[in-house]
């Protein structure tokens, strides 16, 4: 019976990725092949695929880019555009719906040979339903191909590093995912914070290795950490830093710019928005709060969420939220209240999770899936301080950590009932009209 409930599960969250790819597939082909003028980014970001396909890949051409992204994802484009020979906006688009059909392809494969494979579909669910995944999609954005490499390099790496027995296949798997999370993080910087993730999660689990086996792991993770940090390493020799020069002098866009510095304010942003994102996808640790912290724990809420609203001015950055809160600003102390709403539910839920996190500490570091999609989103949170210039924390950058999101919610919460596959579909409703607002106008 327990093995029939497992598969009926399994199969469940199989279901649910087919059709979300499906669907993301069609729409997206749709919009590319109604709308063929720049849309969102497209105009930003086309000189540089442009660029690219016409000029060719060089010391000088990479020196040359323009947007505060790494060139990667660029040149992925810029190859369709080479190679496909029709309309250049049309075959950038195609290029990143193709990024994001392998992504799909190969996270149904690489689940299927993972100890915990729902686990995998659960992180490509909530990355297919995320609101901004469509955008992502189906224009002219460097997350497809980004999400490509950083995706399937952590399934490869993490896949290798938790198997009980070290094999040569596993530790070739190992360097080749280790290269494909460093070419994340030179299509988009963010990523950086995959590599100190893998290398704490490394040394963890040499720890945890036998006496006869240690010798082989150690090598394999240095081999692996090594192929992630040299494409990270070349780029950074080119660019001389981890933004391009021009982004960096504040010649690509006027007045706006992209380097290493000192932000202490921009991790609070991010937080803010990762605990919104989080609640649609872990509300039903809500009702497992125990009732004697829950007084509490609303006390709590509430005076976190009255700060946010009188720092929403701060805390909002450009995205739907933001729309959201400026709509509702029409009324006297709209964005006031709106922000507060939102911050109290996001810190009664994150405390909520919080102590889900507490009463299930044991099943929590047992599991290494889990124990390293955390790593990743405080490594993700903690970069933003890092990150120096006047350029926003636009909300479409929790996208980038959506697979990790989903391996924390499900693999805390590991039911697909009916109220999550709702709230999923609400997410996949706003992400299809967030992509076809576009086409209208928007």
Known sequence: MAVETSNLAGSRFIRLAWVLLILNAFSALLFIGIVNRPVFDDSNNFPDVSRYAKDGVSVSSVRKHINPTGPTSF???????????????????????????????????????????????????????????????????????????????????????????????????????????????????????LLPAAALFAIYKIRQSSSADIKNRSASFFLSLLAAAFPVVVLVLVWKGLSSPAMVSGASYGAWKSKVGLNLWRPFVAIFYITIYLIPLTFPAIPLLPSRFRRGALLCAVLVGTAAGLFHSSLLQPGPLQSLTHF????????????????????????ALGSLILEKRATVFSSDHVIFAFLVVMFFIAEQIGVGGNIPFYELYVLQIAPFLGLIAFGLLPQLTTSRIAAIASLSVVSHALLWRHAMGG
Not at 119 to 126: F, H, S, T
Request: charge should be positive.
């Open 328 to 351: 509702g600003g029409k009324l006297p102390g709209g964005e006031f209240i709106l922000v507060s709403l939102f911050a109290v539910a996001a810190t009664y839920n994150a405390i």
């Open 75 to 193: 040149i992925w484009m810029a190859i369709a555009v080479r190679f496909i020979g029709g309309s250049s906006l049309r075959d950038a688009r195609i290029a990143v719906l193709l990024s994001w059909l392998l992504l799909g392809i190969g996270l149904f494969i690489g689940a299927h040979y993972s100890s915990f494979p729902n686990l995998w579909y659960a992180a490509l669910i909530v990355s297919l339903a995320f609101p901004h995944t469509l955008t992502a999609t189906a224009t002219v954005l460097t997350e497809g191909p980004a999400f490509l490499f950083g995706t399937l390099g952590v399934l490869l790496w993490l896949e290798s590093a938790v198997r009980p027995k070290f094999t040569a296949w596993t530790g070739l798997a190992g360097v080749i995912g280790g290269f494909l999370m460093g070419l994340a993080v030179t299509s988009r910087q963010y990523y950086l914070a």
